[in-house]
């Protein structure tokens, strides 16, 4: 059974500040990991989807990393804002998606 | 537009009783999910569709009985609701279901349901 954790459960940073936030999963027999940001009352808004063949995937101030072999995966926010402030969810596919509980982070301004 | 839509945004209801929440998605997907989350924000699938196909349940109760008309709309049925079914249920959408799709999820809103 996969299992899919997230650490730190919460985060509170200043403004202008990197962000590391790490998912570890059991089970390496993965097709893809994907990351969510969930804002409070809202649903949740795919952010990476990185496949299984893949080390990387970027967009803008978002990078996230991913080791199979070691079932890991970081996603990095650069420089962030206080717009960025919501919980961040990582999920793993095999055949099906199984989340992790989130890091809820908080950007001070 | 709302990409994938989800009604009622909150529903308030006592214990014994039948309840849906509907869902439709206007990405053209094939495949749509009911997940649930619950106090401790754990996300959950429940069902998934693959062209009005039912392709997961995952140990559900059968007081929980998902309807498909078509692609694009997937209903939750609640029969004889209990206070354990307090939780937001999701539901999402995905271009394709195969086992290696890499399609990511696009999410509703939410349905915040509350048994007292």
């Known amino acids: 059974k996969q299992e899919v954790t997230q650490i730190p459960a919460a985060l509170s940073v200043p403004e202008g500040e990197n962000l590391v936030l790490n998912c570890s999963f059991t089970d390496s027999a993965i097709y893809n990991l994907q990351w969510f940001r969930q804002d409070p009352g809202k649903g949740l808004t795919s952010l990476l989807l990185?496949?299984?063949?893949?080390r990387e995937q970027t967009s803008g101030r978002l990078n996230a990393s991913l080791d199979k072999s070691s079932g890991r995966s970081t996603l990095y926010i650069a420089a962030s804002q206080p717009g960025d402030s919501a919980t961040y969810l990582c999920?793993?596919?095999?055949?099906?998606?199984?989340f992790g509980a989130g890091t809820t982070v908080t950007v001070r301004a | 537009d709302t990409a994938v839509s989800q009604t009622p945004k909150y529903l308030v209801t006592q214990m014994g009783n039948d309840k849906s929440i509907k869902c439709e998605q206007n990405l053209g997907h094939d495949t749509m999910y009911w997940y649930k989350q619950d106090s401790k924000k754990f996300l959950k699938i429940m069902f998934s569709y693959n062209n009005k196909e039912l392709i997961i349940n995952e140990t559900v109760p059968n007081r929980f009985s998902p309807k498909s008309p078509d692609k694009a709309h997937l209903n939750l049925h609640i029969n004889s609701l209990e206070l354990g079914d307090s939780a937001v249920y999701f539901c999402a959408s995905s271009q394709e279901f195969r086992q290696g799709g890499n399609s990511p999820l696009h999410f509703g809103n939410g349905t915040r349901l509350t048994v007292t």
């Open positions: 990185i496949q299984s063949s893949q």
């Open positions: 999920a793993v596919k095999d055949y099906k998606l199984s």
